[in-house]
């Protein structure tokens, strides 16, 4: 039955009749010439998606790989101070700083003070060692004079840090551009006097926190999502396809409607002076002095979010609810079964795939949000993505900034292979 | 959903709650948007239903913040309102540009994510594609990965990514980048961006519609003596087109609604309409925002009907439901 699928592959069986070897009209054998079309046919396909592969690894795979090199790459220290760099190249870790160190020194210090760097070794080294960015640029003013040796006395007596054993260990780790401490700080840790991770010191610990809460908030989204979600899902896989359609569309315009008009819209109703808090005085639930805070922290940021991922809860949970058959919920009832019991063991379980893939998609979601909790949010509102936002823009820690995205990335990367493996990309669905 | 005939008492009670709860989800998901609505139209700037507004008292309510989005930016807003003060709200009103920068920004990205991204769809929907989940996986991925990660990964790549503006090739393509010959800060590393973001759901979308497409239409065409060229634009391309033209309307709001990327790599000339919003919401928040707002939310009901539209035309063409 292998006949002519490829119109051009005419089987015919070998001349005698008795050889088993299948060929076609022209002679050649038809496992190479299947072989040959069907590698035909799998280049064809891969071409189609050839160019639009290659747009999105340029336009946005190297652009991520560019930042995770960002992450754990940073030459401000040792591209701007060579000499140095090169001392703690050939000492080994642990040699004091001799007089032909802090000759080095002296020499680099001038040269990038010159060279207007100052500034950027200094901040570099000011991630390692808070404090030292003023040290290094007002020594750069006193070294435009020019040192004398002998040096280290010269520049001991231009700041005594100089002489700092913690500050010569971070120039040390500093001195090659590849550094995993922006992750061992994007982790709340720190290398101590004797080179041991230790955790910084409590007032300063603040990824972790946030890296807790933004796992947390999403989780609860989650579970808000779905407490709201699963009624609604219901209702519309339950009612005819004429009603259903109708009520569809009060899901999908929040869906369609710009994120920014949904936070702000939140915004305006939450405020202290706002409608909620206006019909809550109304109602008498709260007084006129006691108006609740409901925006800008955290009850701002889960209300907001909640709102916005419902449609990502409700539209796969749907797709799923359609096609469960009634008769099974039916059939349990007449077996003695009671309303809640039916629902638990034979209707609900038929809902878990959907379930499964709301929440996943909009845990995925939550975790990365950034635009509502920075408007809403407030300062206990805020989310990893704020954080790493705020060292993109404000304090211009790039690294640290990249290091954190890196891990968040990292967990989304989980979540979506989880989400392939258990849904499948193809399943996802858009309204 | 009706109840059957045999419901308890307690399950009758149940079943009211029920809908009760429904109708308060119902509300609480509309309810924000359309409250949007009627505040824009507040004749003080306040953001609550004033006194006057409440007894429906006309004076309560005025356009002045719509008259805002065209006087905000302009160099002589109070002149008279003559062809030379609409030329001036044309060319200097900042909302009229933000929106000018969102349409061609939107256009142009839109067409890219399309036309790739169909092409892509077309052959990950193609049996014999080699790695398809992965590759499927790759091109998803941007809707995915969090926004904050790929505006950074953008801002580095932009940045970094430069010609020589005194070569030939940097000449050439010195229009569409910036004076230093990157991509950082011009309408294309916008475009390109947002192509990116908004390729996703043209992917999916696209996809969706090829499951129930009959490949021995196809097959039918090829038989009847028309070359690949020809079925695709006679066969496959009408037959598809609902599927398409929804994931293009998909691209084109993504692009639209998106704030973060332009944040990160647009410079003052590429300020879009979010972008422009973001600026209100932070500074000092006005109801000229919820203005904007309102008109977004038209927009917006505009969009999702003609999706609602597309879709059943696609599903009755294909054949999934009855006409």
């Known amino acids: 039955m292998a006949t002519a699928l490829d119109p051009h592959a005419a089987v015919v069986s070998g001349a005698s009749g008795a050889s088993p070897r299948l060929t076609t009209a022209d002679g050649q054998p038809l496992a190479r010439a299947l072989a040959r079309s069907s590698a035909r046919a799998r280049r064809r396909a891969f071409l189609l998606v050839a160019p639009l592969l290659l747009f999105v690894v340029v336009t946005f795979v190297i652009p991520i790989g560019q930042m995770l090199h960002r992450s754990i790459y940073n030459d401000g220290f040792s591209a701007n101070m060579p000499q140095v760099s090169a001392w703690f190249a050939e000492n080994p870790t642990g040699t004091q700083p001799d007089e032909a160190a802090y000759a080095a020194l002296a020499a680099d210090l001038t040269a990038a003070a010159e060279a207007r760097t100052i500034g950027v070794v200094g901040t570099r080294m000011n991630y390692d060692v808070p404090g030292t960015r003023s040290l290094f640029t007002s020594t750069g003013r006193k070294a435009r004079a020019g040192f004398e040796p002998p040096f280290r006395e010269a520049l001991i007596e231009a700041d005594e840090d100089w002489a700092d054993p913690t500050l010569w260990r971070a120039m040390r780790s500093a001195s090659t551009a590849y550094t995993a401490n922006f992750y061992l700080a994007a982790v709340d840790r720190t290398r101590d006097d004797e080179n041991n991770i230790v955790r910084v010191p409590e007032r300063q610990q603040v990824y972790v926190m946030l890296f807790q809460r933004t796992f947390w908030l999403s989780l609860l989204i989650t579970g808000l999502t779905f407490l709201l979600g699963f009624p609604i899902a219901h209702l519309l896989a339950t009612l005819p396809m004429r009603k259903s359609n109708l009520l569809m569309i009060l899901v999908l315009l929040p869906f369609w409607t710009s994120l920014l008009v949904r936070t702000t819209a939140w915004m305006v109703l939450l405020q202290q002076q706002g409608v909620v808090n206006d019909i809550l005085v109304w109602l008498g639930v709260v007084g006129q002095d006691g108006r609740l805070k409901l925006i800008y922290n955290q009850v701002g940021t889960i209300i907001a979010m909640t709102h916005i991922l419902l449609p990502f809860m409700i539209l796969p949970l749907y797709s799923v609810m359609r096609t469960i058959n009634p008769s099974y919920v039916r059939a349990a009832r007449s077996l003695g079964a009671s309303s809640w019991t039916a629902f638990r063991r034979v209707y609900f379980p038929q809902t878990l795939p959907g379930l499964g893939a709301g929440a996943l998609l909009v845990f995925i979601l939550a975790v990365g949000y950034y635009i509502t909790p920075a408007l809403v949010g407030g300062s206990s509102g805020q989310l990893i993505s704020n954080m790493i936002a705020m060292h993109m823009t404000e304090t211009l820690n790039w690294s640290m900034a990249a290091a954190l995205a890196a891990i968040l990335l990292a967990s989304v990367l989980v979540l979506y292979w989880i989400y392939d493996r258990l849904v499948g990309i193809d399943n996802l669905k858009l309204g | ?323």
Request: proline share 7%.
């Open chain 2, 1 to 323: 959903m009706a109840l059957p005939t045999y419901a308890s008492p307690l399950e009758r009670i149940w079943h009211w709650t029920y809908l009760a709860i429904c109708v308060a989800i119902f509300f609480f998901l509309i309810a924000p948007i359309v409250v949007v609505i009627p505040l824009s139209f507040n004749a003080e700037p306040y953001f609550t239903f004033t006194e006057k507004m409440r007894s429906f008292d006309p004076e309560g309510y005025s356009l002045r913040w719509y008259d805002t989005l065209l006087t905000f930016g302009m160099t002589n807003p109070d002149a008279p309102r003559d062809t030379s003060w609409w030329g001036d709200v044309w060319n200097n009103a900042r909302w009229v540009g933000a929106a000018k920068n969102s349409i061609i920004i939107g256009v142009f990205s839109t067409i890219l994510a399309t036309v790739l991204g169909t092409l892509a769809a077309l052959g990950l929907s193609r049996p014999e594609m080699p790695f398809r989940r992965l590759i499927m996986a790759i091109l998803i991925s941007p809707m995915i990965v969090p926004i904050i990660i790929t505006a950074t990964g953008m801002f580095f790549f932009y940045s970094s990514a430069c010609v020589d503006t005194t070569s030939t090739f940097g000449r050439l393509l010195a229009p569409v980048l910036s004076n230093s010959g990157c991509l950082a800060n011009t309408y294309l590393g916008v475009i390109l961006a947002h192509a990116t973001l908004g390729i996703p759901f043209v992917i999916i979308t696209v996809t969706a519609t090829l499951i129930g497409f009959d490949q021995s239409l196809n097959r039918a065409a090829a038989s009847l003596g028309a070359n690949p060229r020809t079925t695709f634009f006679k066969v496959t391309m009408p037959l598809i087109l609902p599927g398409v033209i929804s994931g293009a309307l998909f691209a084109f709001v993504t692009s639209f609604d998106e704030v973060v990327a332009v944040l990160f790599i647009a410079g003052p000339d590429q300020q879009t309409i979010p972008r422009q919003m973001w600026n209100g919401i932070r500074e000092q928040i006005s109801p000229a925002i919820l203005a904007v707002a309102t008109l977004l939310v038209i927009f917006s009901i505009a969009l999702l009907a003609t999706v609602e539209v597309l879709r059943r035309r696609g599903e009755r063409l294909r054949g999934l439901t009855p006409a």
